[in-house]
């Protein structure tokens, strides 16, 4: 078995038994690092995930300073949908759609493709990213879920109330399906991608599919990711499954296969653990917490992967991105402390 089979990362997500939690965290490579606002002087956000060699760089920035025990590549969830004919801008609110998708029109406009003739750049960069990484670090690929990415489409942005997106939902429900299903087929296909250019596993980021009541989580989002999972059983790379403010729908989630599911500061671990029998869990450190004391990043790291030990495996991770201000000595201080940490 290669050195790469043998890491801890991918060992927890098989269920098999590790010393310790491995540990990385979400937007590990980005504003954070000094090193990372370096390179951002010279090209746009846009350009940057549209560069091999530049996406590569601030991947391994993390890697190089702190030692996390897996990558993640550098991108951005919108990657995708450009080339599906819906264009978009970032600035200083965040992305902003050129048109927002809100009748069948619009929706039927939308084009599917193969990934490597719109988004190819994504595959040249993780093969850059691997050659770098070698056989020691593991690299993870990533997408939007179906349901998040539809978000920013039918908002035009980002949103507090989704007035527009429940608007569809609510009176248009075949509406808003059709562009789930045009969008799970576009995100199979980017994410087999990935696995072809090398990646060692997936995470679907499912960021808002927990603004919806249960009931239309299961009707409308669940069969999408179920797809999207199922789309990606015969690669052999474990998948994780990430959906922000899970708590809820956690039973719902028992069934779906996938090796991993994300969770986030809002519930309890051991709850969790309890309710998602048979998976890994990854996370679920408030990314806040960073801003404490070293004491309590300390006593709150441990206290996590005291009850991920329970688990059929658990990767240490924040419950959410981190944040542009955190203190850089702090993040040592997590990495030092979940590194230190031995399963009695």
């Given at each position: 078995?290669?050195?790469?089979?043998?890491?801890l990362?991918?060992?927890?997500?098989?269920?098999?038994?590790?010393?310790?939690?491995?540990?990385?965290i979400?937007?590990?490579a980005?504003?954070?690092?000094?090193?990372?606002?370096?390179?951002?002087?010279?090209?746009?956000?846009?350009?940057?995930?549209?560069?091999?060699?530049?996406?590569?760089?601030?991947?391994?920035?993390p890697?190089?300073?702190?030692?996390?025990?897996?990558?993640?590549?550098?991108?951005?969830?919108?990657?995708?949908?450009?080339p599906?004919?819906?264009?978009?801008?970032?600035?200083?609110?965040?992305?902003?759609?050129?048109?927002?998708?809100?009748?069948?029109?619009?929706?039927?406009?939308?084009?599917?493709?193969?990934?490597?003739?719109?988004?190819?750049?994504?595959?040249?960069?993780?093969?850059?990213?691997?050659?770098?990484?070698?056989?020691?670090t593991?690299?993870?690929?990533?997408?939007?879920?179906p349901?998040?990415?539809?978000?920013?489409?039918?908002e035009?942005?980002?949103?507090?109330?989704?007035?527009?997106?429940?608007?569809?939902?609510?009176t248009?429900?075949?509406?808003?399906?059709?562009?789930?299903?045009?969008?799970?087929?576009?995100?199979?296909?980017?994410?087999?991608?990935?696995?072809?250019?090398?990646?060692?596993?997936?995470?679907?980021?499912?960021?808002?599919?927990?603004i919806?009541?249960?009931?239309?989580?299961?009707?409308?989002?669940l069969?999408?990711?179920?797809?999207?999972?199922?789309?990606?059983?015969?690669?052999?790379?474990?998948?994780?499954?990430?959906?922000?403010?899970?708590?809820?729908?956690?039973?719902?989630?028992?069934?779906?296969?996938?090796?991993?599911?994300?969770?986030?500061?809002?519930?309890?671990?051991?709850?969790?653990?309890?309710?998602?029998?048979?998976?890994?869990?990854?996370?679920?450190?408030?990314?806040?917490?960073?801003?404490?004391?070293a004491?309590?990043i300390?006593?709150?790291?441990t206290?996590i992967?005291?009850?991920?030990?329970?688990a059929?495996?658990?990767?240490?991770?924040?419950?959410?991105g981190?944040?542009?201000?955190?203190?850089?000595?702090?993040?040592?201080?997590?990495?030092?402390?979940?590194?230190?940490?031995?399963?009695?």
């Amino acid at each position: 078995m290669s050195d790469l089979q043998q890491c801890l990362f991918l060992k927890t997500l098989r269920g098999e038994p590790v010393p310790r939690p491995p540990i990385w965290i979400m937007r590990q490579a980005g504003r954070f690092l000094p090193e990372y606002r370096k390179v951002r002087e010279g090209i746009s956000f846009i350009d940057l995930c549209r560069t091999p060699e530049a996406a590569c760089e601030v991947t391994l920035q993390p890697i190089r300073r702190f030692g996390f025990d897996a990558a993640i590549m550098f991108s951005d969830i919108l990657t995708p949908l450009e080339p599906m004919g819906a264009g978009f801008t970032f600035g200083q609110g965040g992305p902003k759609l050129d048109h927002p998708l809100r009748d069948e029109k619009d929706i039927r406009a939308l084009r599917t493709y193969p990934s490597r003739e719109g988004v190819g750049f994504v595959a040249e960069a993780i093969g850059l990213m691997k050659r770098e990484l070698g056989d020691k670090t593991p690299l993870i690929g990533f997408a939007g879920s179906p349901f998040t990415l539809a978000t920013y489409l039918v908002e035009g942005g980002g949103s507090k109330n989704y007035e527009h997106l429940k608007t569809m939902l609510y009176t248009r429900p075949e509406l808003l399906q059709e562009l789930l299903d045009k969008l799970a087929e576009q995100i199979l296909d980017y994410l087999r991608m990935q696995v072809e250019a090398g990646v060692d596993a997936v995470q679907l980021f499912d960021t808002w599919g927990g603004i919806l009541h249960p009931q239309d989580y299961a009707e409308l989002v669940l069969p999408v990711v179920r797809r999207i999972m199922d789309g990606l059983k015969d690669t052999g790379v474990p998948r994780i499954y990430f959906l922000k403010g899970s708590a809820p729908y956690n039973h719902l989630l028992q069934d779906l296969d996938v090796e991993c599911c994300g969770i986030d500061w809002t519930q309890d671990l051991s709850r969790a653990i309890d309710e998602l029998p048979g998976k890994a869990v990854q996370g679920n450190l408030d990314p806040l917490c960073l801003f404490g004391s070293a004491e309590q990043i300390r006593r709150r790291a441990t206290e996590i992967c005291r009850l991920g030990a329970a688990a059929p495996g658990h990767v240490f991770n924040l419950g959410h991105g981190i944040l542009p201000p955190t203190p850089i000595d702090n993040v040592q201080t997590l990495v030092e402390t979940v590194q230190g940490f031995t399963k009695e």
